[in-house]
């Protein structure tokens, strides 16, 4: 909690999910917001989620971006990556096309971020499915090592990890923050951060996604946003 203006405010920490197409993206963050597993497969343009947590006993929001993997909407990425706070980059583990293009995704966030400390996890998703399995974890595992990043096996089918990917996201973003708010010396400064939605507070989804495109704006250069920086 941060005291803004006299009112107590929310930290909020914006996450994006990032992967190919059919990797689980939507999946994990259906199970990680309602609990719940969706078998069909309906492609992603973008959608966002808010929710409040309790991480570490401390009572946040996050707001989670879930994007596109399909190429077709590859060009619209750039605008929805400037708003991100820390990038969960899936892939399938029954897909080793899909962990090859993790480096494209990481090497797009790092070219519009300009910043290599970016918080970042490397998702191999599936791993409920066993018999399937395209990429080994000692693979995945050293092109985590390389980029210097976690990497966590998670099923958004039995919900393994998927808390826990989530809640270690957060973490990395609000550490971040506070190291940038220690380094600027103005503890409890609060910053026009430019969020990355504009969902409601309730847990709901936000059905924007299209807006945004038309417009060619990420929804944080479009609206005010609450967040405040820790
Ligand atoms: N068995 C299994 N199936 C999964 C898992 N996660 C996702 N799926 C299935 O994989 C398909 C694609 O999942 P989505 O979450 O829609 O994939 P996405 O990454 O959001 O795809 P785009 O929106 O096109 O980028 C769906 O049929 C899901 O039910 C998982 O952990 N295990
Ligand atoms: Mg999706």
């Known amino acids: 909690m941060v005291k803004r203006g006299g009112r107590a405010e929310l930290a909020c920490h914006k996450l994006i999910m990032v992967g190919s ?16 597993f969706v078998e069909e497969y309906d ?45 969960l980059c899936c892939f399938s583990l029954t897909d080793a096309a899909s962990f090859a293009e993790t480096a494209e995704f990481r090497d797009q966030i790092l070219r519009v971020l300009g910043d290599n400390n970016t918080p970042f996890l490397l998702i191999g998703n599936k791993s409920d499915c066993v018999d399937s399995r395209q990429v080994s974890y000692e693979e995945a595992r050293a092109q985590a090592e390389a980029w210097q990043c976690a990497y966590v096996e998670t099923s958004a089918k039995t919900a393994e990890n998927v808390n826990v990917v989530f809640d270690q996201m957060m ?47 990420s929804r944080g250069q479009k609206k005010g946003f609450k967040c405040v920086i820790l």
Do not use: W
């Not at 401390?58 to 619209?76: N, R």
């Not at 609000?174 to 990355?196: I, L």
């Open 171 to 217: 973490r990395m973003v609000r550490e971040r923050k506070r190291t940038a708010r220690d380094r600027r010396g103005e503890a409890g400064a609060a910053g026009g951060a430019g969020g990355h939605a504009s969902a409601a507070d309730d847990g709901s989804k936000n059905a924007a996604g299209g807006r945004r495109d038309d417009q060619g704006k």
């Open 21 to 36: 197409g059919a990797v689980g993206k939507s999946a994990l963050t259906l199970q990680y917001m309602y609990g719940e």
């Open 43 to 87: 492609p992603t343009k973008a959608d966002s989620y808010r929710k409040k947590v309790v991480l570490d006993g401390e009572e946040c929001q996050v707001d989670i971006l879930d994007t596109a993997g399909q190429e077709e909407y590859s060009a619209i990425r750039d605008n929805y990556y400037r708003s991100g706070e820390g990038f």
